[in-house]
């Protein structure tokens, strides 16, 4: 069975960087997917961060880019996220994902949905 | 960025009823629509992938249809592990997108 579990900080100050891992159990990282992150808050909803597959590609929103960096770590089975110069705004719940990425047939874009998720953790941006 | 509207926001039903959600693009995605169901204190599941195939182990009384720029989740004879939030997701391109939400309620 596959799981998917957030760490991390629960209260993180202003313009400092916010740090979460997801650490999957039940499958290689290796083997295959991609890997992501998505938060949700009462004001923006559901909102994708990005996400990462084994070898290291990744793909943004491109309204946080300029933040974020996602990195995987194989050999300890997790992925990571990185948010740099948080304000208010990014006061969410952060989840982790297991992604099915494809090639959109239409136009050769990439895109995918959310096939597993962890259970999420609640991150709070306040001095 | 795809902006996916859903409608109702919120709906009221009783056990055995059969819900309609709805859920727009405003550009034509084509069958890249994903529907997820989210219940309090939990994170979304995903139930309807690519607008109609069922996602394994969700139950057959989910069903999805729709193409270009309007979708329909429907839940025939509705449980009560059925009250929840349902998201429909586009998955044409990145960003990826949301809508906003319709809450199922008991009347």
């Known amino acids: 069975q596959v799981q998917l579990q957030e760490s991390g900080p629960g209260l993180v100050r202003p313009s400092e960087t916010l740090s979460l891992t997801c650490a999957v159990s039940g499958y290689s990282i290796s083997s295959g997917y991609y890997w992501g992150w998505i938060r949700q808050s009462p004001g923006k909803g559901l909102e994708w961060i990005g996400n990462?597959?084994?070898?290291?590609?990744?793909y943004y929103t491109p309204s946080l880019k300029s933040r974020v960096a996602i990195s995987v770590d194989t050999s300890r089975n997790q992925f990571s996220l990185k948010l740099s110069s948080v304000t208010a705004t990014d006061t969410a719940l952060y989840y982790c994902?297991?992604?099915?990425?494809?090639?959109?047939?239409?136009?050769?874009?990439?895109?995918?949905?959310?096939?597993?998720w962890g259970q999420g953790t609640l991150v709070t941006v306040s001095s | 960025d795809i902006q996916m509207t859903q409608s109702p926001s919120s709906l009221s039903a009783s056990v055995g009823d059969r819900v309609t959600i709805t859920c727009r693009a405003n550009q034509s995605i084509s069958s890249y629509l994903n529907w997820y169901q989210q219940k309090p204190g939990k994170a979304p599941k995903l139930l309807i992938y690519?607008?109609?195939t069922l996602q394994s182990g969700v139950p057959s009384r989910f069903s999805g249809s729709g193409s270009g720029t309007d979708f329909t989740l429907t839940i025939n004879t509705l449980q009560p592990e059925d009250f929840a939030t349902y998201f429909c997701q586009q998955s044409y391109n990145t960003p990826l997108t949301f809508g906003q939400g319709t809450k199922v309620e008991v009347k």
């Open positions: 690519l607008a109609s």
């Open positions: 994902a297991r992604l099915v990425w494809y090639e959109v047939l239409i136009d050769y874009s990439n895109a995918g949905y959310f096939q597993l």
């Open positions: 990462i597959n084994h070898s290291g590609t990744t």
